[in-house]
């Protein structure tokens, strides 16, 4: 359900050990729950899924015709260059000015990546040593906890509670782990909360950043899925966010293009020149015609995004309307792809999925499987098709 089923293989090479480091990685919690989907799915009974993450709208037109166009170019065959080609990175730039206002140098702080979960998880092997400490929000997508296992560094939860809008008590942090602790994660607006952060909440985490000295990597992916008017800020338009930190950005969510691998990371030169030096060395860059492709993303029309976002909002109402009038009350998030609420009854939030599983033929994520925090809370995805979305709450509505 979060990509990573094969990790319960049980299958055994005789004298084969996998690596400290992949033992390290927290247990996967949702292979009861995909068990009895597949289970279901076999009896034949119509599962509708609203644990993934992942558009089901298709890519705007003029970004696959860009993209159709520049493979025909055999210049376009070669290898890239992990930095990415020059008129994608002054796109980014442009990008940054025009929705944010932030200035950004295309030649030393912007680096394309082969999707941002590619930067992201590989950010902690340019920041951290063996030893250093990470700290990483807990409930979080998974990537931020993993990359730092495999950089050898030692991740240090920061829980998000409601009581704090789901945004980390920073007091909460031990100096010890502060002084350790080489890089923050943060991610707003927030996967799997929803939360979104403000300007004062930045500023504190900036504080901190330079009290102990450590670099800030905040996830940006959902800065422009965002409801009624609303519109996310970029940590970089803090006037000290670029001397503290860089910012991963995505044109997956926002353009439908998650199967594309197409993002960047930007701001701090000092952390962008040491990503970019260890991906030299560990890919080639992105398929040029896919960074055509993305340029023609974001200089192109915006009108199939504001559509696409519209969507979104239309199945968020649905189903926070369509629940409370079955008496679950749930608040409507201001952005991202989710919907984060707390459990109804008294049952553990795996418990409670399974049952709505089971009952509804219905998937929602249990809040547990993202970290321990997310237990009382469950997820749901708003990328399943309008229809299936309003005969989904009609189900969850009976089962309550
Ligand atoms: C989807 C998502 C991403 C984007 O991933 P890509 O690798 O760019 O497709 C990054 N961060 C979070 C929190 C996400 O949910």
Known sequence: MVGVSM?????????FHKAERLKQLPPYLFVE???AKRKLQAEGKDVIDLGVGDPDLPTPPHIIERLKAAADNPANHRYSFTEGIKPLREAIARWYDRRFGVALNPDTEVLPLIGSKEGIANFPLAVANPGDAVLVPEPCYPPYRSGTVFAGAEPVDMPLLEDNGFFPDLGDISQKAARRAKAMFLNYPNNPTAAVATAEQFQEAIDMAKTFGFAIAHDAAY??????GYKPMSFLQLPEGKAVGIEFHSLSKTYNMTGWRIGWACGNAALIGA??????NLDSGIFQPIQEAGIAALEGDQAPMQQTIAVYQERRNLIVDGLAKAGWQVS????SLYIWTRVPTQESSIAFAKRL????????????GFGPSGEGYVRFSLTVPTDRVQEAVGRLAKAL
């Open 7 to 15: 990790a319960t293989s049980t299958a055994k090479l005789p004298g």
């Open 332 to 335: 409507k998030p201001a952005a």
């Open 33 to 35: 729950i995909d068990k």
């Open 275 to 280: 990503l970019s030096q260890l991906k030299t």
């Open 223 to 228: 800065t422009e899925v965002a409801f009624d």
């Open 357 to 368: 599983l089971e009952q509804a033929h219905v998937v929602i994520t249990p809040g547990v």
